[in-house]
């Protein structure tokens, strides 16, 4: 069946670093592409999508480009922030199933 | 409302009793989804209503779960006898429709502790 595997954390990274949340995905057909996000305290919110091959999400500083040919939906960014601190899931929806990565915890440090 | 809300947000009930949690999905939205959370792991789907089809129940673990849904509104989860095994953080998700482009918007989630 459809699976999805991310990176296990924690990560830890210093303010200003940069962010590659590793994802990859099994699945027939042609699904959408997701990261969700999840605040301490809070409950998931969508942080960005892609509906089909080689559209880019971006969102808040963050991008991840679904690649077909590696079947693959990196999350990165650039610059993080204190405030991106925080459990991020890679999710992918084909037809009405929906598959989510295990979470992967990073914080950031001033 | 602005967004799908959950109660009560958390729960603490001794094993063998049973417990209801509630969903409000976003008004509008013909999906509405119910995932289990266990601490330090990812979402495990559970079960999917959509419209007045038959919902997909595939993922309940045990007869002790169950779900209804009236319409296109309010959801409750039920689990029966609860076990220790239960307790996880149980979120609903909602969604305009089933079409694979359509985003799920996630409720705050109930913390449920079974002692």
């Known amino acids: 069946g459809d699976s999805v595997t991310q990176m296990e954390g924690p990560v830890t990274l210093s303010e200003e670093a940069f962010l590659t949340i590793n994802c990859t995905y099994t699945?027939?057909?042609?699904?959408?592409l997701f990261w969700y996000v999840q605040y301490p305290g809070e409950g998931l919110q969508l942080l960005l999508k892609a509906t089909k091959a080689d559209d880019k999400g971006s969102n808040k500083g963050f991008e991840a480009t679904y690649r077909k040919e590696t079947t693959s939906f990196h999350l990165e960014k650039g610059s993080v922030q204190v405030s991106d601190s925080a459990v991020y899931f890679c999710?992918?929806?084909?037809?009405?199933?929906?598959?989510f990565g295990a979470g992967t915890r990073l914080t950031v440090k001033p | 409302g602005a967004g799908v809300s959950q109660s009560p947000s958390n729960k603490v009930t001794e094993k063998g009793k049973d417990v209801e949690l509630r969903c409000d999905p976003i008004s509008g939205h013909t999906a509405l989804y119910w995932y289990r959370q266990r601490l330090g792991q990812g979402l495990e789907f559970l079960i999917y209503?959509?419209?007045?089809?038959?919902?997909?129940k595939s993922g309940l673990p045990s007869d002790r779960f169950s779900a209804e849904r009236t319409g296109e509104s309010v959801s409750t989860l039920t689990i029966q006898r609860t076990q220790q095994e239960d307790s996880a953080v149980y979120l609903c998700?909602?969604?305009?429709?089933?079409?694979?482009?359509?985003?799920?918007?996630f409720g705050p989630g109930t913390r449920l502790t079974v002692l």
């Open positions: 998700a909602s969604s305009l429709a089933r079409g694979v482009r359509d985003t799920q918007y």
């Open positions: 699945a027939t057909g042609y699904p959408s």
């Open positions: 999710a992918l929806k084909n037809n009405n199933d929906m598959r």
């Open positions: 209503f959509q419209g007045n089809s038959a919902p997909d």
